[in-house]
């Protein structure tokens, strides 16, 4: 079954810190992989994609990874800030362009 | 450019009322079109997919339905609603042969 299962559920660091949020996925066959940033009360927004070839990516502060082997992705934040705070969502694109939404990690990060 | 569109953005519907939700997109033709539900604190849940007019996959058993009269229109309904229903509803659109999602602003339903 196609499936994408993120980790933490939830997740609160300090303002200033590092964090990673995991993403195992079993869809097949493996199109990419997108991170998505979800503020509170509005529509997710791409953050970075990951190919089958690339092994990491960064935009700005966030880096993501990707292990097609074993088929994990990580999303790295580094220095965190407030605004950070959101729901970060891995999403898997199969062959043929369905779409299979992870239910997403929620980051707070407080002061 | 493209544009997607999703009305209203906040709805408080009683109990047993029906219920219509209206996401159109601009600027592309023959969209993937997709219906989510984010209930408090939880993640996105599939609800409907649509890769043409009339054909629609149902992801999940529930209360609702959704229909594609248009190419860029999709409509998500309930005859009668239930608390349950309550949540965050999220349209969003792919183009065919790319992965990348767009989404609408989002509405949030309240059944009361």
């Known amino acids: 079954k196609n499936q994408v299962e993120q980790s933490p559920q939830s997740l609160i660091i300090l303002e200033g810190k590092n964090c990673t949020l995991q993403?195992?996925?079993?869809?097949?066959?493996?199109?990419?992989l997108r991170w998505y940033k979800q503020d509170t009360g509005r529509g997710p927004v791409s953050l970075t994609i990951?190919?089958?070839?690339?092994n990491t990516k960064s935009n700005g502060r966030y880096t993501a990874t990707l292990d097609a082997d074993t088929k994990q992705s990580s999303l790295h934040i580094t220095a965190s800030q407030l605004s950070d705070s959101a729901s970060y969502i891995c999403?898997?694109?199969?062959?043929?362009?369905?779409?299979?939404f992870g239910a997403g990690t929620i980051l707070r990060v407080k002061s | 450019s493209q544009t997607i569109h999703q009305w209203p953005a906040t709805l408080v519907q009683p109990v047993g009322s029906p219920l219509s939700l209206e996401c159109t997109v601009e600027?592309?033709?023959?969209?993937?079109l997709y219906w989510y539900r984010q209930a408090a604190g939880r993640g996105l849940q599939l609800l409907f997919y649509?890769?043409?007019?009339?054909?629609i996959s149902s992801e999940v058993p529930q209360n609702l339905s959704a229909s594609r009269p248009q190419d860029r229109q999709f409509i998500l309904s309930s005859k009668k609603l239930l608390l349950s229903d309550s949540g965050f509803y999220l349209c969003?659109?792919?183009?065919?042969?790319?992965?990348?999602?767009?989404f609408g602003q989002g509405t949030r339903l309240t059944v009361v």
């Open positions: 969003a659109w792919s183009a065919t042969g790319t992965s990348e999602a767009f």
């Open positions: 993403c195992n996925y079993t869809v097949s066959p493996f199109s990419n």
């Open positions: 990951m190919t089958f070839s690339e």
């Open positions: 999403v898997v694109s199969r062959y043929g362009n369905k779409l299979v």
């Open positions: 600027g592309t033709s023959n969209p993937n």
């Open positions: 649509s890769i043409g007019i009339d054909q």
